[in-house]
């Protein structure tokens, strides 16, 4: 399957910010963007904005995400929201294994493939993040990190899977610090991403969608959608305000 065969992905991640007004009328401007017929939005707001998200967004085009889940469908587990959760809200992506949660939350490997496994099995398209810091790079080990991330969710799961997962190459150096990859750079971490997951299982690569996330903005979309490997973009910063952001869902087609 070729690149031009996935259908894009463009995804708005709000992280904590916005208020219940704020966010449904961020949702109501992002669902009044021109949204080409090949090109899928969702954007995730803060947990507690999504069931007033998921209202207004009904009978629109944009799809909604959570920003975290937890693996268990439910229990003691004070503070977490579980996939049925998300499901029950009107969800159907979740972001899993973002850097800042890998980062201030003491997400791993081992809980990122959880909450994987926990969303397919419930139906929810996760969206897991994976991505080298500024010293991973340096140290020239970018390709063995963002290996390994991925490794530990694809081992864990049946083609049908892969197939249904979204991945997000997000350089931890370029999230929120206004410095983007370069597309031949993005590009080449993205192919490396598919052939990883190739090696699993061929035909379900060629149809995961693999997104590229940091500093996404505006006049940078098109150059890096452009690419052969790269299916989308998580957008955090600029998908806050939805002219920028519906610059970069027109840039998708
Ligand atoms: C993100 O939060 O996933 C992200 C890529 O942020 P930003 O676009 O602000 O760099």
Redesign the pocket.
């Known amino acids: 399957m070729t690149h031009s065969a996935r259908r894009p992905l463009i995804a708005g991640?709000w992280?904590m910010h916005n208020s219940l007004a704020e966010s449904v009328a961020l949702a109501r401007a992002v669902a009044d963007v021109r949204i080409g017929p090949r090109t899928d939005v969702v954007v995730a707001p803060v947990f507690t904005a999504l069931s007033a998200v998921a209202q207004a967004l009904v009978g629109t085009p944009v799809g909604l995400a959570g920003q975290d889940l937890h693996w268990e469908p439910k229990g003691a587990f004070t503070g977490a929201i579980s996939a049925p959760m998300l499901k029950d809200v009107g969800c159907s992506h979740v972001i899993i294994g973002?850097s800042e949660r890998r980062q201030y939350f003491g997400e791993t490997d081992e809980s990122v493939r959880n909450k994987t496994l926990a969303a397919l099995r419930s139906g929810l398209t996760p969206i897991v993040c994976v991505g080298e810091t500024l010293a991973e790079r340096e140290g020239g080990i970018t390709f063995e990190v963002i290996g390994r991330q991925l490794d530990a969710v694809l081992n864990a799961c049946e083609s049908s899977e892969i197939a249904a997962m979204v991945i997000a190459y997000?350089p931890v150096w370029?999230?929120?610090?206004g410095r983007t990859a370069k597309s031949s750079d993005a590009q080449l971490a993205h192919a490396f991403l598919r052939d990883r997951a190739r090696h699993k299982h061929a035909e379900a690569a060629d149809r995961t969608r693999v997104l590229y996330?940091?500093?996404?903005k505006a006049d940078n979309a098109a150059e890096l959608l452009a690419q052969p490997d790269i299916d989308g973009a998580?957008?955090?910063?600029?998908s806050l305000d939805a002219e920028t952001f519906g610059r970069i869902i027109r840039a998708a087609g």
């Not at 996330?213 to 996404?216: E, K, L, P, R, T």
């Not at 998580?234 to 600029?238: H, K, Q, R, S, T």
């Open positions: 991640n992280k973002h997000e370029a999230i929120g610090t996330g940091g500093s996404v998580l957008v955090g910063g600029a």
